[in-house]
């Protein structure tokens, strides 16, 4: 019975405006070829940024310059801004969701009552 009832949460998350948003702006980001290229080359000087500290080293400074011209770029870009928006705004569900979870555990452990359905 939990599972079901997770999976009809899951269901009712999904139908949120919020989260149709979330995903009209990923798609949305996606199609834009030069923002992917951007993130994808971010990535990439991330990744090797990670690689040169992991074997002891420190990323160069024209690296971490590199890094912030790119990120710098990427958060200007109108498709970036409108997923950064609406996963805040999904976010806030998720919270207020978990808040009323908790609540629920709550309430449901110091309940004397057991309810199977």
């Known amino acids: ?3 079901e009832r997770a999976a009809e949460l ?8 919020e989260y149709q948003a979330v995903k ?21 000087l991330r990744r090797e940024a990670q690689q040169v500290i992991a074997s002891g080293g420190q990323p160069s400074a024209e690296m971490e310059e590199e ?7 990427v958060q200007m870009n109108p498709a970036y801004q409108r997923v950064i928006v609406a996963n805040e705004n999904f976010d806030k569900v998720m919270m207020s969701v978990n808040e009323s979870i908790m609540d629920g555990i709550k309430k449901g452990a110091t309940s004397s009552i057991i309810t199977l359905g």
């Open 1 to 3: 019975m939990l599972n």
């Open 10 to 17: 899951g269901r009712l998350i999904g139908q949120t405006g």
């Open 24 to 44: 009209r702006a990923s798609d949305a980001l996606n199609q834009d070829k030069e923002a992917v290229a951007l993130l994808e080359k971010m990535e990439n």
């Open 67 to 73: 890094l912030d011209a790119l990120l710098s770029t």
